[in-house]
Nanobody
Framework: VQLQASGGGLVQAGGSLRLSCAAF????????PGWYRQAPGKERELVAVITSGGSINYSDSVKGRFTISRDNGKKTVYLQMNNLKPEDTAVYYCHANLGAYNDYGGPQIYDYWGQGTLVTVSS
């Protein structure tokens, strides 16, 4: 069971990137998927999350610019980032509560973080 984040890179201010977070393994559910970021010298912060009730929360700093979405068939969560700013520079992490079958075939909930993908926005 793992979450694999991708899509980061270097972009100029005003540009766009789309991050992907794919879940692998014997997974039967993906709950409360979200994106977080950590800039150098700062604590990790919430960027966007889809709650268990299906509503979406964004940090104030990204509202109107970023969009979180999910494709259940592909077991993937996306973060579309538009109008990027230099202050968006950070390592972006995806997180989710993954329901998966363990080695004994029993259902289990895993609190999982992806490995992080670096987004650098130049001015």
């Amino acid at each position: 069971v793992q979450l694999q984040a991708s899509g980061g890179g270097l972009v100029q201010a005003g540009g766009s990137l789309r991050l992907s977070c794919a879940a692998f393994g014997r997974i039967f559910s993906i709950d409360v998927p979200g994106w977080y970021r950590q800039a150098p010298g700062k604590e990790r912060e919430l960027v966007a999350v889809i709650t268990s009730g299906g509503s979406i929360n964004y940090s104030d700093s990204v509202k109107g610019r970023f969009t979180i979405s999910r494709d259940n068939g592909k077991k993937t969560v996306y973060l579309q980032m538009n109008n990027l700013k230099p202050e968006d520079t950070a390592v972006y992490y995806c997180h989710a509560n993954l329901g998966a079958y363990n080695d004994y075939g029993g259902p289990q909930i895993y609190d999982y973080w992806g490995q992080g993908t670096l987004v650098t926005v130049s001015s």
